[in-house]
Nanobody
Framework: VQLQASGGGLVQAGGSLRLSCAAS????????MGWFRQAPGKEREFVAA????????YYADSVKGRFTISRDNAKNTLYLQMNNLKPEDTAVYYC????????????????WGQGTQVTVSS
């Protein structure tokens, strides 16, 4: 499956952004989907994940209550709604697809998008 992330940009603290990840290739609904991010000088970290049918969502503690992950299997698209953004959310955000049953670890994901930059100014 090929993944294309978009929707990043520059926003002031307290603002919102919505990231999208368009998937093509094999059946989108057969994958657990996740968002990860990597800030300058830091390792890539888990942000959120969603089960194949969208019924279960998982979040990092740092974004819980502010970010919402969702998917539209009919449109082969994954979303990340980010509200109340903080400067520490500044990072390159990646979407990823997992053909297995994990959701939090990088190594569990088989396919990765190219990343989209999110910059939050204070």
């Amino acid at each position: 499956v090929q993944l294309q992330a978009s929707g990043g940009g520059l926003v002031q603290a307290g603002g919102s952004l919505r990231l999208s990840c368009a998937a093509s290739g094999r059946t989108f609904s057969s994958y657990v989907m996740g968002w990860f991010r990597q800030a300058p000088g830091k390792e890539r970290e888990f942000v959120a994940a969603i089960s194949r049918n969208g019924g279960n969502q998982y979040y990092a503690d740092s974004v819980k209550g502010r970010f919402t992950i969702s998917r539209d299997n009919a449109k082969n698209t994954l979303y990340l709604q980010m509200n109340n953004l903080k400067p520490e959310d500044t990072a390159v955000y990646y979407c990823a697809a997992d053909s297995g049953y994990g959701y939090r670890l990088e190594r569990e994901y088989d396919y990765w998008g190219q990343g989209t930059q999110v910059t939050v100014s204070s």
